[in-house]
Every structure is written in C-alpha cells, then in structure tokens.
Nanobody, 127 residues
Framework: QVQLVESGGGLVQGGGSLRLSCAAS????????MGWFRQAPGKEREFVAA????????YYADSVKGRFTISRDHPKNTVYLQMNNLKPEDTANYYC????????????????????WGQGTQVTVSS
C-alpha cells in the first residue's frame, strides 16, 4: 500500500520561502510520477506541480511558475516543493500525490490522474 507523508508546512511572511517534503513508501518510488496539489478554504483542490519518474521533466500551474520548483530524490524516496516569493494567495493545505508512470510524461494535472494521496500540510502566508 502506497503511503505519502507531507511535511514542511508552516506560517511565513509574504515574500518568504518554504520547502515542502513528501516521503513515499510502499511502492517503487522511481517508477512513479509525483505531483503537488493545494486546497484553500472554500475552494476546490487545484494542481500545483508534477514531476516525471526520472525527474527530467516537470510541469507547473501558471500561478506558481517561476516561483515554485518541484524535485525528487530517489535514494530518499522523497519529492520536494521549493516555494519562493510566497504570496497570501498561496495559503492552502498542500497535498502530495502519486501515479504509476506509463509512457510519455504529459504533466498530469487533474486529481483523477493520480492514485494515491497524502494527508496534507498547511501553508499560511501572511501579508
């Protein structure tokens, strides 16, 4: 059974940075596409970023492009989300997700394209 555990959330001032981590277990990490989503209060969960099984390809939502960076460390079975220049509108619960890789990386960006989810970590950005 796949388990994903997020960490690294917290309270930060606008313009600051945070790095989220997602530790994966229960599957062959190096063969899975990993993604980050977020959900703000009263809003639907939205896509943030995705990374291919090899780490060579990434895909971002327009709202975070140039500020967030997704990366992965295979020996540690961990995917990261480096968030810079944070804005109050980035406040949300951030979720890690995974899906088995298959074929060409198309940057899966919808919830239905992922099989497993973590419990989330809260990020709050003050103005």
């Amino acid at each position: 059974q796949v388990q994903l555990v997020e960490s690294g959330g917290g309270l930060v001032q606008g313009g600051g940075s945070l790095r989220l981590s997602c530790a994966a277990s229960g599957h062959t990490f190096s063969t899975y596409i990993m993604g980050w989503f977020r959900q703000a209060p009263g809003k639907e969960r939205e896509f943030v970023a995705a990374i291919s099984w090899s780490g060579s390809s990434t895909y971002y939502a327009d709202s975070v492009k140039g500020r967030f960076t997704i990366s992965r460390d295979h020996p540690k079975n961990t995917v990261y989300l480096q968030m810079n220049n944070l804005k109050p509108e980035d406040t949300a619960n951030y979720y890690c997700a995974s899906r088995k890789s298959g074929g060409y990386f198309t940057g899966p960006s919808t919830e239905s394209e992922y099989d497993s989810w973590g419990q989330g970590t809260q990020v709050t950005v003050s103005s």
